[in-house]
């Protein structure tokens, strides 16, 4: 009879109440995937869990089959990124990554690289500071979307492959289409002006390293301007705002 047990690994996403005592645990597993299982008691304080299971952890865990969702048995914290959750501006800027990874991973759908990639941005983030932390959050966004098959075409038309020159510091950007629009190709999208300085910074977060990116300290303003334009790639291709999203741009935290 084959074992009801069984090894997994991942980032903690979200935790909600079940019942009394019990939390159900999101997390963004190693192969990618969405995982979902019940940790039995961890809202009380004597749960071992209670550490062990905190938001934007890396963790292992043995977990039993159950009728609906599996039950945690055993958590092992790999790595603890405990200044994400003890600094403000830096949970404000770790809510939204793990919101969109809740939306766009999916259980039992393996994509790797999405892990991977997440791993290094909430180990990065714990280690930036508060002024840093919009634009790893932007970047992770951006990469998140990438990794879920939705890319934004930054550099060239997204129509037609054609290079994109700025007009008055101003490009056209489909937020259906998904990407910078050439003159020939704008009568046939609906777009909307994106300034030249949105553009030149997205495209930047989107194919830089999340330790280069702590390096360049990129200015503030840029890195809230593509934020917003993550917030609208996301309602245009998941239908959904991200309400930790629209939090951290109202948040006047920084
Ligand atoms: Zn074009």
Redesign the pocket.
């Known amino acids: 009879m084959a074992s009801s047990t069984y090894a997994t690994s991942g980032i903690v996403l979200r935790k909600t109440k079940l019942g009394e005592s019990d939390l159900i645990i999101t997390l963004l597993g190693s192969d990618g995937s969405l995982v979902r299982c019940v940790a039995k008691g961890a809202r009380k304080p004597t749960s071992s869990f209670s550490s062990r299971l905190e938001l934007f952890c890396e963790v292992d865990l043995l977990c039993a089959c159950g009728r609906s969702l599996d039950i945690v048995k055993e958590a092992r914290l790999v790595r603890g990124n405990e200044r994400i959750r003890t600094s403000v501006e830096h949970a404000t800027a770790a809510a939204p990554m793990a919101e969109l990874l809740a939306k766009v991973a999916q259980e039992g759908l393996e994509n790797e690289l999405l892990y991977r990639s997440s791993c290094v941005a909430f180990s990065a983030l714990n280690e930036v500071s508060a002024q840093v932390a919009p634009s790893l959050c932007a970047a992770h966004l951006l990469k998140t979307l990438a990794y879920a098959g939705l890319r934004p075409s930054l550099a060239v038309?997204?129509?037609?492959?054609?290079g994109?020159c700025s007009d008055a510091g101003l490009v056209a950007f489909s937020y259906s289409e998904g990407g910078v629009?050439?003159?020939?190709?704008?009568p046939h999208c609906e777009t909307l002006p994106l300034s030249e300085h949105a553009r030149s910074w997205s495209h930047y977060l989107l194919v830089t390293r999340f330790a280069d990116i702590a390096e360049a300290k990129p200015p503030l303003d840029a890195s809230f301007a593509v934020l917003r334009l993550a917030q609208g790639l996301i309602k245009a291709h998941l239908g959904t705002n991200l309400k930790s999203l629209e939090f951290l741009l109202s948040s006047g935290l920084w």
Request: proline residues 8%.
């Open positions: 038309c997204v129509v037609c492959g054609e994109v629009v050439c003159p020939a190709c704008r």
